[in-house]
T-cell receptor
Framework: AQSVAQPEDQVNVAEGNPLTVKCTYSVSGNPYLFWYVQYPNRGLQFLLKYITGDNLVKGSYGFEAEFNKSQTSFHLKKPSALVSDSALYFCAVRDREDSNYQLIWGAGTKLIIKP | DTGVSQDPRHKITKRGQNVTFRCDPISEHNRLYWYRQTLGQGPEFLTYFQNEAQLEKSRLLSDRFSAERPKGSFSTLEIQRTEQGDSAMYLC????????????FGQGTRLTVV
């Protein structure tokens, strides 16, 4: 069965420090991987996706994520955190061999950036 | 605003009543999805449409739930005989066709059943 795990409910980072939000996945085939961000009272916003090719994917707002096949991970990173990055972050996966186009979502990680 | 819009943003209803939500997707998107999200959880897939055709429906979806997309544009999600367990955020998303196409989400409709 497909699944996504975000092992941390909350991540606290000081402004200006690098941040990492962790995501691991399980699919039977090869994955398509996505990160979304949800700000308070706003809809989910697409950040970035991994389809194929370069394992390091760059996305919106200075975020990037690294696909690691051997560790089945797709951690979200940013070199220097901003207070405005504080939000809820969701990782999602889709099995590319699966004709069902559903995204499987993690439970989310609350990111708090302290000034 | 050319994003996905949902109406209403909030709905409070008494148990046993019927409710209907509307979603207007991005105009050129032919895929439309409905999700449900409860506090502390990621979105849970409910159903999706390719144009006007409903192609997939979650096994978790009670027969009290029905969705339509009659002209392949806007969609409605109806919940009949609401229960307190239906209280959640209902999210609509749209995308272009293709497995790799990212979905764009509306702000959601928050349903509270009292």
């Amino acid at each position: 069965a497909q699944s996504v795990a975000q092992p941390e409910d909350q991540v606290n980072v000081a402004e200006g420090n690098p941040l990492t939000v962790k995501c691991t996945y399980s699919v039977s085939g090869n994955p398509y991987l996505f990160w979304y961000v949800q700000y308070p009272n706003r809809g989910l916003q697409f950040l970035l996706k991994y389809i194929t090719g370069d394992n390091l994917v760059k996305g919106s707002y200075g975020f990037e994520a690294e696909f690691n096949k051997s560790q089945t991970s797709f951690h979200l990173k940013k070199p220097s955190a901003l207070v405005s990055d504080s939000a809820l972050y969701f990782c999602a996966v889709r099995d590319r061999e699966d004709s069902n186009y559903q995204l499987i979502w993690g439970a989310g990680t609350k990111l708090i950036i302290k000034p | 605003d050319t994003g996905v819009s949902q109406d209403p943003r909030h709905k409070i209803t008494k148990r046993g009543q019927n409710v209907t939500f509307r979603c207007d997707p991005i105009s050129e998107h032919n895929r439309l999805y409905w999700y449900r999200q409860t506090l502390g959880q990621g979105p849970e897939f409910l159903t999706y449409f390719q144009n006007e055709a409903q192609l997939e429906k979650s096994r978790l979806l009670s027969d009290r739930f029905s969705a339509e997309r009659p002209k392949g544009s806007f969609s409605t999600l109806e919940i009949q005989r609401t229960e307190q367990g239906d209280s959640a955020m209902y999210l609509c998303a749209s995308s272009l066709t293709g497995q790799v196409a990212e979905a764009f989400f509306g702000q959601g409709t928050r349903l509270t059943v009292v």
